[in-house]
């Protein structure tokens, strides 16, 4: 099985470089020709786009052009809520995606297929309390990252935190990203995080003038 798990961007030009070793950074939720752009010159590891249509961040239809001007150091990842296994690739085929972010109840298999086609697989997993870990089992070996967000009601993440106390529960061999409601002032606690899983973060709420469209001058302030 293919390994897909990268190594963080070297660009000396980005400001998520600086005072960073090893930590990955997702921004996710764009959907702006100009926005990812700009987006891009900051040469985050990841950029999301969410390809659910109850999500006020839905991406389509994306500018085929913009995309391909996206270096190819950002890994593009498209994210999906209880997709069929034929849409998604036909989205990831359209767009020439890299990865793609499971936000639903997708089950192992769906995982496994996905990464068995070359592509970057993030599942992400709903955190209220420590057992909540233990689903991730069945998914070790089947996905390059976790993602663990904020437990609420809809999919897509609620953008508010969730104790990052009980991520020492963790266990599990999967390295995951941490997501829900970080904001530019995290930067310091992220730095406090030392469990030996912890891969990187997901940016999007926190960071956005409005639904979909980011601030980049709040970005640059994000230097963990």
């Given at each position: 099985m293919k390994n897909n798990i990268i190594e963080t961007n070297v660009t000396s030009s980005s400001p998520f470089r600086q005072g960073r070793e090893g930590l990955l950074v997702k921004i996710c939720g764009m959907k702006y020709s100009e926005n990812i752009r700009a987006v891009a010159t900051l040469h985050p590891d990841f950029m999301g786009f969410i390809f659910?249509?109850?999500?006020?961040?839905?991406?389509?239809?994306?500018?085929?052009?913009?995309?391909?001007?996206?270096?190819?150091?950002?890994?593009?990842?498209?994210?999906?809520?209880?997709?069929?296994?034929?849409?998604?690739?036909?989205?990831?085929?359209?767009?020439?995606?890299?990865?793609?972010?499971?936000?639903?109840?997708?089950?192992?298999?769906?995982?496994?297929?996905?990464?068995d086609a070359g592509l970057i697989v993030i599942k992400a997993f709903p955190v209220a309390e420590a057992y909540n870990f233990k689903v991730t089992k069945a998914y070790d070996g089947a996905c390059d990252y976790f993602l663990f967000d904020t437990k609420a009601d809809t999919y897509g993440g609620s953008g508010a935190k969730f104790s990052w106390t009980i991520l020492s529960e963790y266990k599990?061999?999967?390295?995951?990203?941490?997501?829900?409601?970080?904001?530019?002032?995290?930067?310091?606690?992220?730095?406090?995080i030392k469990h030996p899983k912890f891969a990187g973060v997901d940016l999007n709420s926190k960071f956005e003038i409005s639904p979909g469209l980011k601030d980049v001058e709040l970005l640059k302030k994000f230097s963990p």
């Amino acid at each position: 099985m293919k390994n897909n798990i990268i190594e963080t961007n070297v660009t000396s030009s980005s400001p998520f470089r600086q005072g960073r070793e090893g930590l990955l950074v997702k921004i996710c939720g764009m959907k702006y020709s100009e926005n990812i752009r700009a987006v891009a010159t900051l040469h985050p590891d990841f950029m999301g786009f969410i390809f659910y249509p109850k999500s006020p961040r839905y991406a389509e239809p994306l500018d085929l052009k913009t995309l391909e001007e996206i270096p190819l150091t950002i890994k593009k990842i498209g994210v999906f809520v209880n997709e069929d296994l034929e849409n998604i690739l036909t989205i990831v085929f359209k767009y020439k995606l890299d990865g793609v972010q499971l936000h639903g109840t997708e089950l192992v298999e769906m995982c496994s297929k996905l990464r068995d086609a070359g592509l970057i697989v993030i599942k992400a997993f709903p955190v209220a309390e420590a057992y909540n870990f233990k689903v991730t089992k069945a998914y070790d070996g089947a996905c390059d990252y976790f993602l663990f967000d904020t437990k609420a009601d809809t999919y897509g993440g609620s953008g508010a935190k969730f104790s990052w106390t009980i991520l020492s529960e963790y266990k599990g061999e999967t390295p995951f990203l941490l997501s829900g409601g970080i904001a530019a002032d995290d930067a310091e606690a992220i730095l406090k995080i030392k469990h030996p899983k912890f891969a990187g973060v997901d940016l999007n709420s926190k960071f956005e003038i409005s639904p979909g469209l980011k601030d980049v001058e709040l970005l640059k302030k994000f230097s963990p």
